[in-house]
């Protein structure tokens, strides 16, 4: 027998914990030879395939294989840490601290290139299908079609195989550490009782109720400048949740006598008080990978899904035209919409004077107080009513929740041409009257009497129209909107002088629709990820279960109560984690709510609900695996 025949028969005794470990790496080689296959795939050269999806499948090739190279490092870990005392009596038997490290190297790699070549044959059965997704993603007029690539091929083996061998060759220095007799009583050395800090869960209860305080009162400004730091409260918040306040909770709970002393809860709660603090780190990370899957595929799925509203709603003109096109007179542009079968429903030209608010420096559009009201069409909430020298201050950005605001004594400066006009400033209204262009996202309206006096001082130069229409289906409206755009850059340089909803919605489509794309597989990816965590976790600790079955059951516990004690355990290592990842994706969700200025639960629901599927299938599949395992050994001659 050599080296490389007893790291086979290693194998084979331990599958049941490889197992989780060679699916997961499966899983990761299948994902990254379907990515690297596109990256490699002609269609790139093809002007259909946006550069940002493209950026973005290099993002999430980087993800993947760093997401591997976490994954597989911290199972190797895991395994030798569980086999602690299978390496000491290795060299007790007389077989050096070189030729184990060769051992756990060649076990590695069996698992590693078997990994590679059933995830490389996946990636190869299922790229076509992978193809098509991405077509129907990206709205391409013709599929992508089904190509190999050698290039993709070379990397995803290559890669693995480097990753793999070096994680492997890494860990001969954790085991050289340590010395026979500390492997061996690293089985046998006595746990000391978890403890808690009180001013820790303190700080615990601060971080998160202040994290979650911002996340549930931010709008869309704070949301940009508050966003690192509530994920840092969060981070800080979760980890002295598993380290502090979860041994605080089970003290409070073994201090009430009617409970502790209930059924099997002493038990329970004394050993689960070991288990969280013991397992800490890693329900801190599989609490953190959950809520952010849950957060990016719940607002990605629900831009995409939303992309139609979010369009309507953030352009109230289905085409707006800052100044004329090409000489473009009104009538003519009316032939044109007939010419590609468009129903005008709807039509406004509404005079501007470009003016500056000098103390502010901010450059704003003046508008009559008539055009206003007629714009608003909700004049009962938006209503005006100014008086000569007075004006209304108007955030058409749409950057914050629609409000009126009633001001007093603030007074402003209004440069236009050589003249400069004082007015009193009595409104500041939030509410989107109009397309977005560089000059329509501040309005200030004036009396009509007042704008048509300011209109006759106001050199050209800083008058402007804006030609606004609604149709009876803007999705028609492509062909019209690629020639407008063409002949506005011709003419200005740009193509921002013209607004539509039809261009939005793309933009918004193509920006999301590959983000829900790959979100979704990068979910699935991390899950299955924290799974395999939690079950190397919990396999790692079945020779203590063992012994703990055998003496309770010595000293009259039944072997029912044995097995609900187990399940009870396994069952709180993988929901508290799915718990607390809820209830952070619901506060995050809440505050990205401000996004689309409606609640968005349905389709977070959605998305909870099926990840709870998948990890509910992993935690069953877990409990079945160790449950067998642990009544294999009990149940044999040698437990008696």
Not at 232 to 254: C, E, H, K, P, R
């Amino acid at each position: 027998m050599n080296l490389r025949s007893l790291a086979f028969k290693n194998v084979k005794h331990h599958m049941r914990s490889y197992l989780a470990y060679f699916l997961s790496c499966t899983f990761s080689v299948w994902m990254f030879y379907l990515y690297a296959s596109l990256l490699f795939h002609p269609i790139l050269q093809s002007k259909e395939i946006p550069k940002q999806f493209m950026a973005l499948m290099f993002l999430v090739e980087g993800m993947v294989g760093l997401f591997s190279i976490l994954f597989i490092g911290y199972s190797q870990s895991a395994f030798l840490r569980n086999r602690k005392h299978d390496l000491g009596l290795l060299q007790c038997l007389g077989m050096s601290v070189k030729h184990v490290t060769r051992i756990i190297f060649w076990e590695n790699m069996m698992v590693g290139c078997l990994a590679i070549g059933v995830g490389v044959c996946l990636g190869l059965v299922f790229s076509k299908l992978f193809y098509l997704l991405v077509s129907v993603v990206l709205d391409l007029t013709e599929p992508i079609s089904f190509a190999i690539s050698f290039q993709a091929l070379g990397l995803t083996i290559v890669g693995f195989l480097l990753i793999f061998s070096l994680l492997s060759w890494w860990s001969r220095f954790t085991i050289r550490k340590q010395s026979i007799a500390d492997l061996f009583r690293e089985a046998v050395k006595e746990k000391p009782a978890p403890a808690f800090s009180t001013w820790k869960v303190v700080l615990s209860l601060l971080c998160l109720g202040g994290a979650y305080f911002l996340a549930w009162t931010a709008d869309l400004k704070s949301l940009v400048q508050q966003f690192v730091f509530i994920f840092l409260l969060v981070l800080i918040g979760t980890q002295l949740l598993f380290t502090q306040l979860s041994v605080a909770i089970i003290d409070y709970l073994q201090k009430k006598k009617p409970v502790f002393y209930h059924g099997t809860n002493l038990i329970l709660l004394s050993q689960l008080r070991f288990r969280l603090k013991d397992n800490a780190r890693i329900l801190f990370m599989v609490s953190i990978l959950c809520s952010v899957v849950l957060t990016s595929v719940s607002v990605c799925f629900t831009y995409y899904i939303e992309a139609e509203k979010v369009a309507t709603d953030q352009t109230p003109f289905h085409l707006s035209i800052e100044g004329n096109i090409q000489g473009m007179s009104p009538q003519e542009m009316e032939q044109h919409f007939k010419h590609q079968g468009l129903q005008v429903i709807q039509e406004e030209h509404v005079p501007l004077i470009l003016a500056q608010m000098q103390k502010e420096k901010q450059m704003v559009s003046l508008m009559s107080q008539s055009d206003y009201q007629r714009l608003t069409g909700n004049p009962a909430t938006y209503a005006l009513s100014l008086h000569l020298g007075e004006m209304a201050f108007i955030d058409s950005s749409g950057m914050a929740k629609d409000k009126v605001e009633t001001l007093s004594n603030k007074r402003v400066n209004v440069k236009i041409g050589d003249r400069t006009n004082s007015f009193q400033l009595v409104k500041h209204v939030v509410h989107r009257i109009w397309n977005e262009h560089a000059k329509t996202k501040f309005f200030a309206v004036v009396t009509d009497q007042q704008f048509n006096q300011l209109k006759k001082w106001a050199p050209d130069s800083q008058q402007l129209t804006i030609h606004a229409y609604r149709f009876s289906d803007w999705k028609k409206s492509k062909g019209l909107v690629l020639d407008l755009d063409r002949l506005a850059k011709e003419k200005k340089g740009d193509a921002y002088h013209v607004q539509s909803t039809y261009e939005l919605y793309q933009a918004v489509k193509e920006i999301f629709s590959p983000l829900m794309f790959v979100s979704l597989f990068i979910g699935v990816l991390f899950f299955l990820g924290a799974g395999s965590i939690l079950y190397f976790r919990i396999f790692t600790e079945l020779p203590s279960d063992v012994k703990q079955w055998v003496v309770l059951h010595k000293i009259g516990m039944r072997k029912k109560e044995g097995i609900f004690l187990l399940k009870a355990q396994i069952f709180l290592l993988f929901s508290i984690p799915f718990v607390v990842g809820i209830c952070h994706a619901s506060a995050a969700m809440h505050m990205f709510s401000a996004l689309f200025k409606k609640p968005i639960w349905d389709i977070y629901g959605m998305s909870v609900l099926a990840y709870m599927v998948i990890y509910g299938l992993y935690y069953g599949w877990t409990k079945r695996m160790y449950m067998h395992d642990v009544l294999k050994y009990v149940n044999s001659p040698q437990s008696e």
